[in-house]
């Protein structure tokens, strides 16, 4: 069966800092990979998403960047940490063709300090 | 374009009360829907889904149905307990092109249920 794993479920950090989110998937090939960002108390906002390796589109092109060095690995990351970078962050994967949900993670609560 | 819309929360019912929140959605071509849960500090889980008009998605005593000629999903469920609790997410799943379907979300309603 497939699984996905997200690491770290949480994270503080300061303003400036680093980042790196990574999420893997297990039991399936080529999937179409993404991540989504949820700020306290809103919806979902769709950051990147990915349907091979290499192969990135952005949604929101601020401060984060996003990496799919291997099939079924998909990176998340940042140079310079904002305070408005604070949120809950998801990856999800995704089969081909009609008819197919998302699978998500369980998510990296990030807090900017 | 596509998007979900779906009715504002929050919803505070009590135990063994009626459930319906509802979704509309504007599509091009033949979407796919869903309903997603969120429990608190948790990722998002696939509720039930339905792929053509007339479907029925069913799980954990939820159901919604596929309307096509009112472009509607709506999430029911007959007596809600204390562990419903959660946020509830509306999606539809289209073709974005080059077969890349990306799920639309609604904003999610939250839903509260008090013994």
């Known amino acids: 069966s497939q699984t996905i794993h997200q690491w770290p479920a949480t994270l503080v950090q300061p303003v400036g800092s680093p980042l790196s989110l990574e999420c893997t998937v297990e039991g399936t090939s080529n999937p179409n990979l993404y991540w989504y960002r949820q700020a306290a108390g809103r919806g979902l906002q769709l950051l990147f998403y990915?349907?091979?390796?290499?192969?990135i589109s952005s949604e929101v092109p601020q401060n984060l960047s996003a990496s799919r060095p291997q099939d079924r690995q998909f990176i998340l990351s940042s140079k310079k940490l904002l305070l408005s970078d604070s949120g809950f962050y998801l990856c999800a994967w995704r089969g081909s063709g009609r008819g197919y949900g998302y699978t998500f993670g369980s998510g990296t609560r990030l807090t900017v300090v | 374009g596509n998007s979900v819309t779906q009715m504002e929360g929050p919803v505070t019912l009590s135990e063994e009360a009626f459930l319906t929140i509802n979704c509309t959605y504007t599509a091009t071509g033949y979407p796919s829907l869903f309903w997603y849960v969120q429990y608190p500090g948790e990722g998002l889980q696939l509720l039930l889904k339905a792929t053509k008009a007339d479907d029925k998605g069913s799980n954990k005593g939820f159901e919604a149905t596929y309307r096509k000629e009112t472009t509607s999903f709506h999430l029911e469920k007959g007596s809600v307990q204390v562990s419903d609790s959660a946020v509830y997410f509306c999606a539809l799943s289209a073709d974005s092109g080059a077969g890349s379907y990306q799920l639309t979300f609604g904003k999610g309603t939250k839903l509260s249920v008090i013994p």
């Open positions: 990915s349907v091979g390796i290499g192969q």
